[in-house]
């Protein structure tokens, strides 16, 4: 019988060493990797590639061009007009040349009206660059946590081993049964398949950070920093009083005002109708004249249409603007508010991990390691010990990255950098 769980335990050790990559293949870099070239990035350096080479940021700002050219269209002048008559009555033909004259200051508002939608245009794709700008921060950090998730298996990994190799000496010595030393290299095998999720997962979030780039998907970053490094403190009297002077939604509805203000003028200035000018001659009268000049103004005479409908549309629009610019000032400062209070809760949460559970843990996995190699404690101690710190150690990971996300999520609330 004694002979049977021994044969047992041999043939169990071998199906977990079996389903276990080598170690040394975790030590080999992976093909490609080591000959890629890696490129130091920081969080401004990303920033500023962002800013230059997104895609979805270069084609927003290809539609400035677009209202650019209406600039130039309102700046057009009416073409002049020309006819040519012959009749069989005195005289025989003429030519006449007709050209339109716009008085009353009608091309300059048209042109002003333009400007403006310009400028319109300009702050969507400012609100579009806030957004890139978000998304590159937090894949950034995103980055960064995948990295530090992985070096925080690698030192589980390193943490397993070396509980293996003391439940191997204490077997060896006869302390313990086979059964531990079974239980240490399964834990063993676990931590190294966590590492190889881990570092694929690594791989996919820096895969997400080079799209935003615009950089191949197989490019390596030594990102600079650390998710440590956290952001300047701010006072939420200055990041609301910033968000009322440059949030994108009330500078968009400002601007709406603006565009409104410029149409009504406009619209005034249409009342002036257009002077025609014609100028001329008629040929071929005989017995009076051979060629004799002809000139003729004339102009619509605004009786019943006088752009009523359209100034009263715009008088509306602009009462209606007026009302969503007070209430957009106070659903900014509401949202400014809330978002700030998110970030102070992370800041807590952070600073809660940092001093009190990290070192609690990795105080707790190091004395169950130290009793454990005594033989005061058996192994499944030291195992959940492991298990809870790094349990706390992932957990203050995603804590510093949910920090650095609210962060982002402030600064494109307040439609200003803060850093």
Known sequence: MLWRKKLKAFATLCLLLAAVPAESQHSQPEPGVASAQVRKLTLRDALELADRQNLDLAAARQRRAVTQAGVQIARQIPNPNSSFGASRDFPHQSLLFEQPLEIGGKRQ???????????????????????????????????????????????????????????????????????????????????????????????????????????????????????????????????????????????????????????????????????????????????????????QLSLVVPLFTRNQGEIAQSLASQRALEGEVAAARRAVAARVAAVYFEWNARQTQVELFRRTLLPAGRRLQSLAEESYRAGKANLLTVLDAQRNVQQVERDYLESLLALQAAFADLEETVGASLD
């Not at 080079?210 to 006072?235: F, I, R, S, Y």
């Open 109 to 295: 508002r048209r042109i002003e009206l333009a400007k403006q939608q310009v400028t319109l245009t300009g702050l969507e794709i400012e609100t579009f660059a806030r957004h890139v700008r978000r998304r590159v921060r937090q894949a950034f950090f995103a980055a960064g946590t995948s990295r530090g998730l992985s070096a925080q298996r690698a030192q589980a990994l390193e943490l397993a081993r070396r509980v293996r190799d003391t439940a191997q000496a204490r077997f060896d010595a006869g302390d313990v049964p086979q059964l531990e030393v079974f239980q240490a290299e399964l834990e063993v095998s676990r931590a190294q398949a966590d590492l190889a999720v881990a570092r694929q997962r690594e791989k996919v979030a820096f895969s997400q950070l080079n799209a935003l780039l615009n950089e191949p998907p197989e490019t390596m970053w030594d990102t600079a920093g650390t998710l440590e490094d956290l952001p300047p403190q701010v006072a939420l009297q200055d990041v609301v009083q910033r968000a009322l002077e440059s949030s994108a939604e009330i500078r968009h509805l400002l601007q709406e005002q603006r565009i409104e203000q410029s149409r009504r003028a406009w619209l005034q200035a249409e009342r002036i109708p257009n002077l025609n000018v014609q100028f001329g001659s008629d040929l071929d009268a005989p017995g009076d004249f051979r060629v004799g000049p002809r000139g």
